[in-house]
């Protein structure tokens, strides 16, 4: 990898193998097999990006949105950040992405065209616009 590349990981879960719903967090792939392997001295903080929970319907090709706390609630039993990151960490599977260019901080063209879209105006991507 460049070093002007940060690497980006995420952790996918999939409530139902044959659904396409999937729930995704973005996490430092270090940390995350570090504290996969069952090592408890890491705190959370370090293993995610941060404690959003992000959803698609669509696969790994569909936009990602921030998952409701309903939709949480159905599929983890609580919409609590930190419980549900645990849960997602534990039951997921980590998929490695490009990453992004610290010069521009823009996506390499395999992310722009694949998972790592993220929608965070709400439910519909076109936004009544």
Do not use: C
Request: charged share 25%; no cysteine.
């Amino acid at each position: 990898m460049a070093p002007n590349k940060k690497a980006l990981t995420k952790v996918v879960y999939k409530p139902d193998s044959q659904s396409t719903d999937e729930f995704t967090a973005i996490v430092n792939l270090d940390e995350y097999k570090k504290w996969k392997e069952g090592d408890s001295t890491i705190p959370l903080t370090e293993v995610v990006d941060s404690f959003s929970v992000f959803f698609s319907n669509q696969g790994t090709q569909g936009i990602l949105g921030k998952a409701s706390n309903q939709q949480l609630e159905n599929v983890f039993g609580t919409h609590k950040d930190i419980d549900v990151i645990e849960q997602l960490l534990k039951k997921g599977t980590a998929q490695a992405g490009e990453g992004l260019d610290q010069r521009s901080g823009q996506a390499s063209l395999n992310i722009n065209r694949g998972s790592f879209n993220v929608d965070t105006r709400g439910k519909n991507a076109a936004g009544g616009l």
